[in-house]
């Protein structure tokens, strides 16, 4: 079945960096744009980034832009989420979603990877 | 960017009840390109609703969403147990793609 599982999140100090991965299973990973979207504790969601299927155009959401940089290895079946810079506005489960039309609707998400930027 | 306001911020009912959910964009969302998840605690979202009234795969016939323009709802017929949770409303017509705040369907 269609899955996504996502690792790398933890403890962080303000002004460190992390790296968030994605397995992708059960579908052709080439086959679709790709997201990471993000959830602070106790409130709503926020898409972060996203990338085409070849690598070819990513964007990124003002609050993350300049400090995130989002990647993907379609041979290995994985998307990435490089984090630079964090703050501890950045503290949140961060999901990995696979988008059934560029640019639209995200389905499935993966469980998340919960981040904490703390001192 | 849209921004998209939910209400009612919390709704309490019980199952075989009728929810009814409003989404208000702050523009016109172009296609009617809106989409609506769940939400369980300690879960990621769940696809519902795409294109304003599209069911997702596997999304029971109880579930319909409807709207245009800057009015979408999204309305869950004869509450089950497992209905019980909160709902976002996403729009995807323009760039940045936004969410709503949420609404919580509690069990009253």
């Known amino acids: 079945q269609v899955q996504l599982v996502e690792s790398g999140g933890g403890l962080v100090k303000p002004g460190g960096s992390l790296r968030l991965s994605c397995a992708a299973s059960g579908f052709i990973l080439s086959d679709y744009y790709m997201s990471w979207i993000r959830q602070a504790p106790g409130k709503g969601l926020e898409w972060v980034s996203d990338?085409?299927?070849?690598?070819?155009?990513?964007n990124y959401a003002d609050s993350v832009k300049g400090r995130f940089t989002i990647s993907r290895d379609n041979a290995k079946n994985s998307l990435y989420l490089q984090m630079n810079s964090l703050r501890a506005e950045d503290t949140a489960v961060y999901y990995c979603?696979?988008?059934?039309?560029?640019?639209?609707?995200?389905?499935?998400w993966g469980q998340g990877t919960l981040v904490t930027v703390s001192s | 960017e849209i921004v998209l306001t939910q209400s009612p911020g919390t709704l309490s009912l019980s199952p075989g009840e009728r929810a009814t959910l409003s989404c208000r964009a702050s523009q016109s969302v172009s296609s009617n390109y809106l989409a609506w998840y769940q939400q369980k605690p300690g879960q990621a979202p769940r696809l519902l609703i795409y294109g304003a009234s599209s069911r997702a795969t596997g999304i029971p016939d109880r579930f319909s969403g409807s709207g245009s323009g800057t009015d979408f709802t999204l309305t869950i017929n004869r509450l089950e147990p497992e209905d019980f949770a909160v709902y976002y409303c996403q729009q995807y017509g323009s760039s940045p793609r936004t969410f709503g705040q949420g609404t919580k369907v509690e069990i009253k």
């Open positions: 979603a696979r988008e059934l039309s560029p640019g639209g609707w995200f389905d499935p």
């Open positions: 990338i085409s299927s070849s690598s070819s155009y990513t």
